[in-house]
């Protein structure tokens, strides 16, 4: 046996269990809700760790208040009912004293969830549920009572959906990890697994803290709320909807004992939501985190998919990794070309040569997408971005060409005189190099 292999991984802090975490003075807390002997119970701990008498917080007019304005400043879509934001809003009083009243007498019946399809990158269809308006203002102050309670036991490693924490926090995470050696990778991704998670485990990892039986039997009906899709109508026995208020909560609770396998098997990993990456030091640790996911994963009801987890040195060419949009490979980050292909195809649709709008109306259409995708993909290798600006000219080039009633697509050596790159500058065309250089002569 190699010394790779024999050398166990050290254990790695865990600050939220060490006191490092003060959630009284939390600033994303509903101090409504959450009053100041709360709070200090939330630090301290409660008896039995379990919470009691926590329904009525729901359905106190000033929480369904505070979460209608969250749902109000999400938006989103009408529901099975077809209320718009706009709708409710007209009538928020009488919505919200119905609410008051039918949550107080345990009477309330979630409405089912609307099912709608939303294309993915690989060509599939990714299953989106919409719940009404007044469910989502009824989920928002549910998780407004019992965020902080889960809050309080999950681990450093989570990111995804969690107050104060970002995606971009994780990439950063990802990208010290790496640096620091930690270079081989168990890239793993679950099989549908909104569509997967077990409402009894589920029920099961809520009720470890919380006692109150109205509250537990509201989230109980959440979990099987019916699903609706055009004429047809049933009831899900396992999951939970995607594009519901409570689900990502849910969805971090339930692989919350994933993130302590890992901590306790010394492993380095970052998670965000259902998407996550087991750092390691060689290969014979990542073949044990792989077979402790794995076996995680049986125990939960999840499968791994086969064709999207593997194990890799992310060092060499072929063997890198995604995460988040970006692919972490010989020592650099690069977009991966999922995302470069999403960007390509939202500059295609604001770029048709066939429109008829001014220049300055497509740039000042164009500049807040490309910024944003900048702003994001800002840390990907330095080459990535003059190719983009080249393409976007390229598309402006031929709309140009069509309104002088010329052929051809742009890209011959007289379309860069007659519009040279200067042309567009002028126009105020955001450039993603030029961005890039600016970045880096700031950090410099």
Not at 1 to 26: C, F, R
Not at 32 to 52: H, Y
Not at 82 to 108: F, H, P, W
Request: net charge positive.
């Amino acid at each position: 046996m190699s010394e790779s292999e024999s050398k166990e991984p050290s254990v790695p802090a865990n600050p939220a269990k060490q006191g490092s975490s003060n959630l009284s003075e939390a600033t994303w807390i509903d101090r409504s809700v959450w009053n100041e002997r709360m709070l200090a119970a939330l630090d301290n701990g409660v008896k039995g760790k379990k919470w009691f008498s926590l329904n009525d917080k729901v359905w106190r007019r000033q929480t369904l208040e505070n979460a209608w304005q969250d749902v109000r400043r999400n938006k989103g879509g009408a529901g099975v009912d077809g209320q718009s934001i706009e709708r409710v809003a007209a009538n928020i009083g009488k919505y919200l004293e119905e609410l008051e009243e039918s949550l107080g007498t345990d009477e309330y019946c979630p409405e089912p969830v609307k099912r709608v399809e939303i294309p993915k990158g690989n060509g599939k269809q990714r299953p989106l549920g919409i719940p009404t308006v007044k469910d989502r203002i009824v989920q928002s102050a549910i998780k407004r009572v019992i965020e902080p309670i889960f809050e309080r036991e999950f681990e450093p490693m989570s990111y995804g959906f969690r107050p104060q924490k970002s995606c971009k926090e994780a990439l950063r995470e990802v990208d010290r990890l790496v640096k620091e050696g930690y270079c081989f990778v168990v890239d793993a991704d679950f099989e549908d697994f909104f569509g997967s998670i077990s409402h009894e485990r589920m029920m099961e990892k809520i009720e470890e803290h919380i006692s109150d039986g109205k509250l537990l039997k509201l989230l109980e009906r959440y979990l099987k709320q019916d699903i609706m899709k055009g004429m047809s109508r049933w009831t899900p026995v396992t999951g939970t909807p995607q594009g519901a208020v409570i689900s990502p909560l849910l969805a971090n609770l339930y692989l919350h004992g994933l993130d302590v396998k890992m901590r306790e098997g010394g492993y380095r990993m970052v998670r965000y939501a259902d998407d996550f990456v087991v750092m390691c030091r060689d290969e014979a640790e990542t073949k044990r985190a792989m077979e402790e996911v794995s076996e995680w994963a049986s125990e939960n009801g999840l499968r791994l998919q086969a064709e999207k987890t593997h194990r890799g040195d992310s060092r060499q060419k072929g063997q890198g990794f995604e995460f988040l949009g970006y692919r972490f490979e010989e020592g650099r980050r690069w977009v991966r070309k999922k995302s470069m292909k999403a960007l390509k195809d939202k500059i295609r649709s604001k770029t048709r040569r066939s429109r008829g709008a001014s220049m300055s109306a497509i740039v000042s259409e164009l500049n807040p997408m490309l910024r944003g995708w900048f702003n994001y993909f800002k840390h990907a290798y330095w080459r990535t971005y003059r190719p983009i600006d080249q393409f976007v000219r390229r598309r402006l080039r031929a709309i140009l060409r069509k309104q002088a009633k010329r052929p051809g697509m742009g890209w011959n050596l007289n379309d860069h005189r007659q519009w040279p790159n200067k042309y567009f500058a002028e126009a105020g065309l955001f450039t993603m190099n030029e961005a890039w250089q600016n970045a880096s002569q700031s950090r410099c």
